[in-house]
């Protein structure tokens, strides 16, 4: 084998240490709480089916590519990109992917520390029984309350980007690696609860018919923009966090292996989640299309009339944040390595900077949802904003450069050597990356545009 050099930062202390870290990356808010609310939005099945396609199809593919990139190239996804560009003979402007993955992470990061400490805060409202005994009227008041309320909101959204930093000041591996381990299983276990308690809320059958019977009229070219793009953002794909990760990555450990089994979880804590929310949405005759604050004004309904709902509403909510806690960590991850390998500066400082920043941006993300709520661009306040022009345009922009790298740039054999797949594995690969993958992002965008 070829130069599967150590990183400089370190690497995982094992296959299973890179498993836990990018599953704790890719389960998140976006499992939970994303995904259910855009589902509700755009129409239910055929959004989920899109979405699933483009999982297998797209995601799966590029997240192979971009673990193999980053394994390859060992260091921040700028200079990695740079590095491989260098080794590929190509433009060493490929290093601008990872200008764009760093400031996608940073803007994402941004409005998903504000939705976290929303998780936060209600970690406190289970704790002191506020869940108990709610009808659809009072959960849909406490949340309402929670948004108009830019002082609480900037509080937890304070904490929780303190706490991140705090992580990712020590390194993304120690804690990181431990943490997961437990609370993954234990999320788990808390979705598979409230799915048995869905099952026996009367209004089952119909959660499952909106989610899985596909009907095709509900869904235009914005809406299957709207599932690919999710698919990048629940896979963390399309801006160097899975890379970063990638290149601290030991040599020689399958990385199409591990790729199927960090989807698998990732797609079943999604369904799951969705699973457990639509048919209390039904059985209370809630509102699908209700947007971000969709699980907030449905979960708790469910712990508030279930037994031992006490205790699980406050486990929902404590597991929900680590989730959003080890994403986020993967978020910040790219700023901060290249500003310790380009500007020279101690790790510590790195994290002071970049999250105060990103902390600064987050509290006008707050204002969006208050005071701000009536500034809008393209019909859309600052949160919808950050949200449209990450997920739905930069992540499968940097996942269509990524493929384009991977599959025309790069020396096949590099990547052959990298993967060490059977023939066909590769084959199939390099088919879905060359493509497949470019086409269809291609092909979105041309649509949303409505060239096509
Ligand atoms: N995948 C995470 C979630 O679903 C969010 C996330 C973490 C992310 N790192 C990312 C999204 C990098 C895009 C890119 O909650």
């Given at each position: 084998m070829t130069d599967k050099t150590p990183s400089i930062h370190g690497e995982w202390s094992s296959r299973f240490a890179f498993i836990l870290a990018a599953t704790g990356s890719a389960v998140g808010l976006g499992n939970i709480w994303k995904f259910p609310y855009i589902t509700g939005q755009n129409g239910?099945?055929?959004?989920?089916?899109?979405?699933?396609?483009?999982?297998?199809?797209?995601?799966?593919?590029?997240?192979?590519a971009e673990i193999m990139l980053g394994r390859r190239g060992r260091q921040s996804p700028i200079n990695t990109m740079q590095t491989l560009a260098a080794e590929a003979r190509v433009d060493p402007r490929w290093g601008y992917l990872g200008w764009m993955g760093m400031i996608a992470g940073f803007l994402i990061l941004a409005y998903y520390s504000v939705i976290a400490g929303w998780a936060m805060a209600y970690i406190f409202k289970a704790f002191f029984g506020g869940f108990f005994g709610t009808d659809g009227g009072e959960v849909k008041e406490m949340f309402d309350n929670l948004m108009a309320s830019p002082i609480q909101q900037i509080f937890w959204h304070t904490v929780f980007m303190f706490i991140t930093m705090q992580v990712v000041m020590r390194g993304v591996k120690g804690?990181?690696?431990?943490?997961?381990?437990?609370?993954?299983?234990?999320?788990?276990?808390?979705?598979?609860?409230?799915?048995?308690?869905?099952?026996?809320?009367?209004?089952?059958?119909?959660?499952?018919?909106?989610?899985?019977?596909?009907?095709f009229s509900?869904?235009?070219?914005?809406?299957?923009?709207?599932?690919?793009?999710?698919?990048?953002f629940t896979l963390s794909l399309g801006m160097g966090a899975i890379m970063v990760y990638g290149s601290y990555l030991p040599g020689h450990v399958s990385i199409a292996k591990t790729t199927f089994f960090i989807a698998g979880a990732d797609t079943a804590v999604a369904l799951l989640a969705g699973i457990a929310i639509f048919p209390l949405v039904f059985a209370n005759q809630l509102e699908v299309a209700t947007g971000p604050g969709l699980i907030f004004q449905t979960l708790p309904l469910a712990f508030g009339h279930m037994s031992g709902g006490w205790l699980f509403g406050v486990l929902f909510f404590v597991l929900l944040f680590f989730a959003a806690l080890t994403s986020s960590?993967?978020?910040?991850?790219?700023?901060?390595?290249?500003?310790?390998?380009?500007?020279?500066?101690?790790?510590?400082?790195?994290?002071?900077?970049?999250?105060?920043?990103?902390?600064?941006l987050g509290v006008a993300v707050v204002f969006s949802f208050n005071i701000w709520s009536g500034f809008k661009i393209f019909d859309k306040n600052l949160f919808e904003l950050l949200d449209y022009l990450t997920a739905n345009l930069m992540l499968p922009l940097g996942g269509l450069c990524i493929a384009v790298f991977a599959g025309w740039m790069m020396k096949q054999v590099h990547a052959e050597q990298e993967l060490e797949l059977p023939a066909q594995g590769f084959q199939a690969w390099q088919f879905l990356i060359k493509y497949v993958a470019p086409a269809a992002v291609f092909i979105v965008f041309l649509h949303v545009l409505g060239v096509l």
């Open positions: 239910g099945g055929a959004f989920v089916m899109v979405y699933l396609i483009c999982v297998a199809a797209i995601g799966i593919p590029i997240m192979i804690g990181l690696e431990k943490a997961v381990r437990f609370l993954m299983p234990a999320l788990f276990v808390i979705l598979i609860i409230l799915v048995a308690y869905a099952m026996a809320s009367g209004s089952y059958p119909q959660g499952i018919h909106f989610l899985f019977s596909p009907d509900k869904i235009n070219a914005d809406a299957v923009l709207t599932a690919m793009g999710h698919a990048f960590i993967s978020l910040i991850e790219p700023a901060v390595a290249w500003l310790v390998e380009n500007k020279n500066i101690a790790r510590q400082k790195a994290c002071v900077w970049a999250g105060t920043a990103c902390w600064g």
